[in-house]
């Protein structure tokens, strides 16, 4: 991820934006830089360090910055999800 500092905030540019299609079984092709949602919903998700955590107060619209190796399809209600690399 690259960053350039701009007026004193750092300005974060990513390389690649994927759809995501949940899964129970597959995780994503490599770890996540962020997530993008374009309908709120909960979230449940590995993290590199930890499994089957729900997210439930992700803004919509907003890239968050997780590290994320797999979106359950089973336990998401979200829509519009997409791989921040």
Request: aromatic share 4%; net charge negative.
């Given at each position: 991820m690259a960053a350039v500092v701009t007026s004193g905030k750092p300005l974060v540019t990513y390389v690649s934006?994927?759809?995501?299609?949940p899964s129970d079984t597959v995780d994503l092709p490599t770890p996540t830089r962020g997530i993008l949602l374009s309908v709120a919903g909960t979230l449940k998700v590995d993290t590199n360090?930890?499994?089957?955590?729900?997210?439930?107060?992700?803004?919509?619209?907003?890239?968050?910055?997780l590290q994320i190796k797999r979106v359950y399809a089973t336990g998401t209600t979200a829509t519009g999800i997409f791989a921040i690399y």
């Open positions: 934006i994927q759809v995501v299609t360090y930890d499994t089957g955590i729900t997210l439930t107060v992700l803004n919509v619209g907003q890239v968050h910055p």
